[in-house]
């Protein structure tokens, strides 16, 4: 039995999602209720920073990955070669 | 007469006309310090945990590989939910308000995501205002919680861990006063009715007609 690799991308993106949605609702709350200060943009604009470059790095490091490619479940499923 | 340390950057929205601005909380820096300290350690952990496992023991994993895939998502899920976390507590820290005019005391709070409560209380029903240092953290780092007590028994308007909590009390104090100084004798009459009517016993011998007398006396 083959796995295909987009299942992880797949199980990613809904993660992503559900992650996407609660930081826009702290975001929301910032903006709409907290008094826009010094201590507010700061923090807000730097976790949308940190977000974004996350994100970056992470898209980076998976961009070359053939998603349409399967490994077999069983065997060859981790791809490590362990401790050299 | 000491300066308060709690110094006011901006107004609120719900500002009345002529209303002023005595002081406005928010809780202790530590208290934002301990989730930021948090930060800090979670974003160490792995960097130490994946640095010893590729740098020192020599390990490696094959790019394009499930568990290449699930080592990327994963710390990037990791980190992502470490910041959310820290954000949240922060928007948590920075919502939670407690404003003091010259007319009432408001008091904001964000509980979870999708809760906010705003109550005020008229700063002539205040009858009773008591600070709390608890413990050794709050003792030395100077902070702690100022109750207020409201007409009725069980009413109780509380500012959590705000800093210099003594000061915070005598600030409401002096607050109360001021108002009541300024207050026609006809609205304290009707104030202390309200507050006949909410308490079960009455409130002494200083009633607030007499405290108003005094109040007057008095130049704060």
Known sequence: ?84 | MKRSPHKIKTMFPSQREGERVIMMLRRHWVIIWRYVSMLILFNIIPVAVFGFLFLYLGWTIVPGTPLYLMFVFGTSLYYLVIWLHYFHEFVDYHLDIWIVTDQRIINIEQIGLFNRVISELNILKVQDVTSELKGKVQTMLNYGSVYIQTAGTTQRFQFEQVKDPEEVARIIIRAHDNAIAKTTPEEIQRVQQEKDMLNKTPIGDNTLKEYAQDAKGKKF
């Not at chain 1, 903006?31 to 470059?53: A, C, E, P, Q, Y």
């Not at chain 1, 490619?69 to 981790?78: A, K, M, Q, R, Y």
Request: glycine share 8%; aromatic share 20%; hydrophobic share 60%.
């Open chain 1, 1 to 84: 039995m083959n796995l295909p690799l987009w299942i992880f991308l797949l199980i990613y993106l809904i993660a992503l999602a559900v992650y996407l949605f609660f930081a826009f609702f702290n975001i929301y709350h910032m903006t709409r209720f907290g008094f826009f200060d010094f201590l507010g943009k700061f923090n807000t604009i730097l976790f949308i920073s940190v977000v974004v470059t996350i994100l970056t790095i992470t898209i980076i490091l998976v961009f070359n990955t053939p998603w349409l490619d399967s490994v077999p479940i069983t065997g060859g499923l981790l791809g490590s070669n362990g401790p050299e």
